[in-house]
């Protein structure tokens, strides 16, 4: 029963999870939640999708996790995991067709690291965008953010391959993509700003060209209106629609 329209407190829960799927209970621009519909994509699993009203909360998706983010996972067996990298692990490893993460301890680790180490970089886009909604310099906070992105360029130079984990899509580039998505409501011109950074640039053209990242996505402009509305403390979390 998958249903784009969020579901708000009051709503009726879902019935169980069909045998032959899992269920993921998401937000349509979460970044966060869109790692794991990637993943779901990307790997082929079907799954049906309930998106939650992250500011009217179902009382019954509370009981599921009761932190009341988004995404959480269920299965048929009634398992529910939650949290964006540790869902799109489950994912990865209960379905092991088509594996995202590397098989080796080592490859594993490597992705684990520079997921931590980008995971230093997101809060920057956020801080741009706040202060420039202030009407605060951001001069130094963008040239901060150009640091970053040259780092991960270097990163891509070094290894002569054309996304993070080797010359195919793996786990990293997509625990990493939605935030690249969402440049253009920090910064003008969207992938623009990385002009500097000509392969870190070049992995985002080859990005767009993905299927999973092509089911996913919203347009910057969606992207811009509904983070506004967010920040304005009015979400309209079935923008679009």
């Given amino acids: 029963m998958s249903s784009e329209k969020s579901f708000a407190a009051g709503s009726p829960a879902p019935g169980p999870v069909p045998k032959d799927q899992v269920r993921l209970y998401s937000m349509r621009f979460c970044p966060f939640a869109q790692r794991t519909r990637l993943v779901l994509h ?3 699993i079907k799954f049906e999708t309930i998106n939650i009203h992250l500011k009217q ?11 009341g983010l988004v995404p959480v996972i269920e299965t048929p067996a009634g398992e529910v995991v939650n949290e964006s990298v540790i869902t799109s692990v489950f994912l990865d490893e209960v379905y092991p067709e088509k594996k995202l993460l590397p098989a080796t301890p080592f490859g594993k680790a490597q992705q684990k690291m520079m997921l931590e180490h980008f995971s230093k970089i997101t809060p920057q886009l956020f801080k741009i965008s706040s ?10 906070l ?3 953010l150009k640091e970053k992105f040259t780092s991960l360029n270097e990163y891509l130079v070094k290894r002569k391959t ?5 010359d195919t899509i793996t786990f990293i580039d ?5 935030f690249f998505e969402r440049l253009g409501i920090v910064l003008s011109g969207s992938f623009s700003c990385l002009d500097h950074t000509p392969e870190l640039k070049k992995w985002t053209e080859l990005m767009l060209e993905d299927p999973a990242v092509k089911a996913t996505m ?3 402009e969606n992207h811009k209106t509904f983070y506004n509305n967010f920040l304005d403390g009015k979400p309209d979390f079935d923008y679009g629609l």
């Fill in 131 to 140: 202060a420039r909604r202030k009407g605060d310099d951001v001069s130094g």
């Fill in 57 to 67: 909360k179902p009382d019954w998706f509370l009981e599921k996790n009761p932190d």
């Fill in 174 to 178: 997509y625990m990493m993509w939605p």
């Fill in 162 to 166: 054309k996304f993070f984990g080797g």
């Fill in 142 to 144: 963008e040239a901060e």
């Fill in 218 to 220: 919203h347009s910057t």
């Fill in 42 to 44: 990307a790997k082929g």
